[in-house]
């Protein structure tokens, strides 16, 4: 591959990546809709094991459709599920971006249909092969609503298997019902967009983060003079060190894990470029970035503990704020 093909390849992951962290799809959680579609392929193909798999840096089986131990698919043995590492990890819904014939998929932007996997000199030996004793495999390119490639919609089964044009064609169909769910989250994180460009104006420091690892969404004006700038995208807790060293990302780890508002009152924190601190009353409020998705969003905020008070003017802005946040309108987004 020559380096022009390679920096577009590149600079295709990239853009690919960018999209699945806007779209929230960015991490392996199972999701019950891409279930539903998994589950319909596996039906349509006659084919034990369905996904709906998006590429970013790793391979994220949100949607999964896989036999497990002591299960049948009419006569096909049942295998553990595990494609995280090879040999197999149970329970594991991601795989590295090098193994597995999907990724293939995304960067040739063509369905792939390969009838005995062991006849191809050119797929007979990836490892997902032997990992999961795939014999045949079916995937067609999952675009979201701009037209973008995202993943795929994959079948495979554990024997030799001859796949129909009626098939093909039902697995293109189940693809193209997923562009309204990706236009939804578009129209959300519009919505949500409007609402940031207030907390950007907000008097107070204000950070939204996404995911165990907190991966920055958003920061408003306040929250980059109060702890420095940080570049979006990037895990907030290597991003703002006082803030770690503090124990606020421990808060927000547990509101992340209880789902329940969390405080840390009068902490103090070191200012940019300064010998001196201020004490602050931080506020983790665990939010869903869609009306149907899991708790896996973060909205800190953080008022000098003098300014705190209840029923003060800025705790009052804020909880006002977040409650507008958390608490978004959905009319006309019912899916």
């Known amino acids: 591959m020559d380096s022009t093909a390679s920096n577009e390849l590149r600079l295709a992951d990239e853009q690919r990546e960018r999209r699945l962290q806007r779209l929230g799809l960015n991490s392996p959680e199972p999701e019950e809709k891409f279930d539903r579609i998994a589950t319909l392929a596996s039906s349509l193909a006659d084919a034990p094991i369905a996904m709906v798999n998006f590429i970013g840096g790793q391979q994220m089986f949100r949607g999964l459709c896989f036999p497990t131990s002591g299960q049948k698919h009419e006569e096909h043995a049942g295998i553990p599920f595990g494609i995280g590492d090879v040999p197999p990890a149970p329970e594991s819904r991601d795989a590295p971006i090098d193994i597995g014939f999907c990724p293939h998929?995304?960067?040739?932007?063509?369905?792939?249909?390969?009838?005995?996997?062991?006849?191809?000199?050119?797929?007979?030996?990836?490892?997902?092969?032997?990992?999961?004793?795939?014999?045949?495999?079916?995937?067609?390119?999952?675009?979201?609503?701009?037209?973008?490639?995202?993943?795929?919609?994959?079948?495979?089964?554990?024997?030799?298997?001859?796949?129909?044009?009626?098939?093909?064609?039902?697995?293109?169909?189940?693809?193209?019902?997923?562009?309204?769910?990706?236009?939804?989250?578009?129209?959300?994180?519009?919505?949500?967009?409007?609402?940031?460009?207030?907390?950007?104006?907000?008097?107070?420091?204000?950070?939204?983060?996404?995911?165990?690892?907190?991966?920055?969404r958003f920061a408003n004006t306040r929250q980059g003079s109060a702890f420095g700038r940080a570049e979006l995208l990037t895990p907030a807790r290597d991003a703002y060190p006082t803030l770690r060293d503090a124990g606020v990302f421990d808060t927000m780890d547990w509101a992340l894990q209880e789902a329940q508002v969390t405080e840390l009152r009068s902490v103090s924190i070191p200012l940019p470029g300064s010998e001196l601190s201020q004490r602050f009353d931080i506020t983790c409020t665990p939010v869903r970035l869609r009306p149907d998705a899991p708790v896996n969003t973060v909205l800190t905020t953080a008022i000098t503990s003098d300014e705190s008070a209840p029923g003060s003017p800025q705790q009052k802005l804020a909880e006002d704020l977040v409650s507008s946040f958390a608490n978004p309108r959905t009319e006309g987004m019912d899916s």
């Open 105 to 216: 998929v995304v960067r040739q932007k063509a369905q792939l249909a390969i009838e005995d996997v062991l006849a191809s000199r050119h797929y007979r030996n990836n490892p997902v092969v032997e990992a999961l004793n795939v014999r045949a495999y079916l995937g067609t390119p999952l675009k979201d609503n701009t037209g973008l490639i995202i993943g795929t919609v994959t079948v495979a089964d554990v024997r030799p298997h001859k796949w129909t044009e009626k098939q093909k064609s039902e697995m293109q169909f189940l693809a193209d019902t997923l562009k309204p769910e990706f236009q939804l989250r578009d129209s959300v994180l519009a919505q949500q967009d409007e609402l940031l460009a207030v907390f950007d104006r907000a008097p107070f420091p204000m950070m939204l983060t996404q995911g165990p690892d907190h991966l920055l």
